[in-house]
């Protein structure tokens, strides 16, 4: 069955950095474009980044473009975020997330909390 789990996650200041980690299993992780999603309190679900099969395209949302960047090993069947110059309204749960054959499957989620 499809597994998604994150890692990573925690608390830090404004300004620094974190990486998250989603190990994939139960599927053939390198046919499929993979996504993180994010998700603050009050707030519905939004897309982070998404990268295509290959690596060779990734999207992302406005209000993290030139701080974030997604990436994948598809020899290790892990994708990836790195967060730079955090800021406090990034603060959320951050899920991966692939879709397969018109289902979403979905990670457990890893918080992510930017306070000083």
């Known amino acids: 069955q499809v597994q998604l789990v994150e890692s990573g996650g925690g608390l830090v200041q404004p300004g620094g950095s974190l990486r998250l980690s989603c190990a994939a299993s139960?599927?053939?992780?390198?046919?499929?474009?993979m996504s993180w999603y994010r998700q603050a309190p009050g707030k519905e679900r939004e897309l982070v980044a998404s990268?295509?099969?290959?690596?060779?395209?990734?999207n992302y949302a406005d209000s993290v473009k030139g701080r974030f960047t997604i990436s994948r090993d598809n020899s290790k069947n892990t994708v990836s975020l790195q967060m730079n110059g955090l800021k406090s309204e990034d603060t959320a749960v951050y899920y991966c997330k692939v879709r397969r054959y018109g289902h979403d499957y979905w990670g457990q989620g890893t918080q992510v909390t930017v306070s000083s």
């Open positions: 990268i295509t099969n290959s690596g060779g395209s990734t």
């Open positions: 139960g599927f053939s992780f390198s046919s499929y474009g």
